[in-house]
């Protein structure tokens, strides 16, 4: 598969930053993570795979087969090829796959997406009521923080999902105020008042990596990426091509926007003339390692000026220090204390880090 053509240094970029092989700490931790996990993802499974005895067989077969792997893990870090959080949450996706779990998360991103439907006509309306692009783009961004954590991967936000207390509005009241731990926003907030007084566009075209189906991607990054496609700027959103966890798949994607085409003006032109198009990343983990992109998405992202990268695993775990030859925003929001320690942050704080093309 071919690299990212944004990467400024293909030859040293390195997507596993989180080091597991000579930190035996962080090993430990981050296999906890996953045996912790493992309750929930079964519970999903067997509700997305018709609740049939043959259903809890596969299910208890794959949980069994992912538990040795990550027993084999914890006495030897080679015991797979060269350990990374990436490779353990592959590891996860050939046990689903071998025992023919589809997608596990599939009724509860299916319902999700419908809620936050009839939640986007208030949010849009809301948004476009605002005069002030400085409110706007704040409102924006912390519109996507919110959004993020809709979250069945993180033992943080999935405990809060599973309470049912998880209410949009009343999450984007409580994120924290700035500045934030990573806050860029004000030298992204220069260029977004830059484009507001040059003729055109400030970018031409955008490529946008999005993370979690419902609150994330239909509160969250499509009001993001419509604002963009209103100024003008081709948006690309790439979506994972395969299932993982509760992230939104390039499938799911298409309809969804229709689906929001259908009662917004503003996304049905931008749809209707390519300025917002859905894409396959080619990605199979809420991770993502740009070595490894869809010919689609490479071939979208040459010329692009700016790059999205959107949510723990895709902006942080996999992307924090990548540099990029274009215009780059990171968002997300933390929500696993491991992440939380090496950013000297502490949980549920927020990242937005910008990083003008080299
Ligand atoms: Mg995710």
Not at 281 to 299: F, H, M, T
Request: aromatic share 6%; net charge negative.
């Amino acid at each position: 598969m071919p690299t990212l053509p944004l990467l400024a240094s293909p030859a040293t970029y390195n997507p596993h930053t989180i080091d597991m092989v000579t930190d035996p700490q962080a090993r430990h931790y981050w296999i906890d993570v996953f045996v912790n996990h493992l309750p929930s993802l079964k519970r999903h499974a067997i509700i997305s795979e018709g609740d049939t005895d043959d259903a809890r067989r596969r299910v208890d077969a794959m949980a069994a087969q992912f538990s040795r792997m990550l027993d084999a893990l914890r006495a030897n870090a080679d015991a797979f090829g060269h350990l990374s959080i990436l490779r353990i949450c592959e590891l996860r996706e050939q046990c689903l796959r071998e025992h023919h779990i589809a997608d596990p998360y599939h009724h509860i991103k299916s319902m999700e997406n419908e809620a936050c439907l009839k939640l986007l006509p208030g949010v849009l309306a809301e948004l476009d009521a605002i005069r002030n692009p400085r409110k706007l783009l704040e409102t924006l961004i912390v519109g996507v923080f919110a959004g993020n954590v809709f979250d069945l991967g993180a033992a943080g936000t999935l405990a809060l999902y599973e309470s049912g207390k998880m209410d949009y509005h009343d999450v984007r009241a409580k994120i924290k105020p700035r500045p934030w731990v990573v806050d860029d926003l004000g030298l992204l907030e220069g260029r977004w008042l830059d484009g507001l007084k040059l003729p055109g566009a400030v970018w031409k075209k955008a490529i946008v990596l999005v993370d979690n189906a419902g609150a994330d991607v239909v509160l969250g990054m499509i009001p993001l990426c419509r604002e963009l496609a209103k100024r003008g700027t081709r948006v690309f959103i790439a979506a994972n091509t395969h299932p993982s966890l509760n992230d939104i798949t390039f499938d799911a994607l298409g309809p969804l926007l229709e689906r929001i085409a259908a009662f917004d003006e503003t996304v049905r032109d931008a749809v209707g003339d390519g300025r917002i198009t859905p894409i396959a990343s080619g990605n199979d983990a809420p991770l993502i390692d740009l070595r490894n992109v869809s010919e689609e998405l490479a071939s979208a992202a040459r010329g692009a000026d700016l790059l999205i990268l959107e949510g723990m695993g895709r902006a942080i775990e996999s992307n924090f220090d990548a540099c990029f030859t274009c215009d780059t925003l990171k968002l997300a929001m933390i929500k696993e204390k491991h992440v939380a320690q090496t950013l000297h942050a502490e949980m549920y704080d927020v990242v937005c880090r910008f990083e003008m093309g080299r």
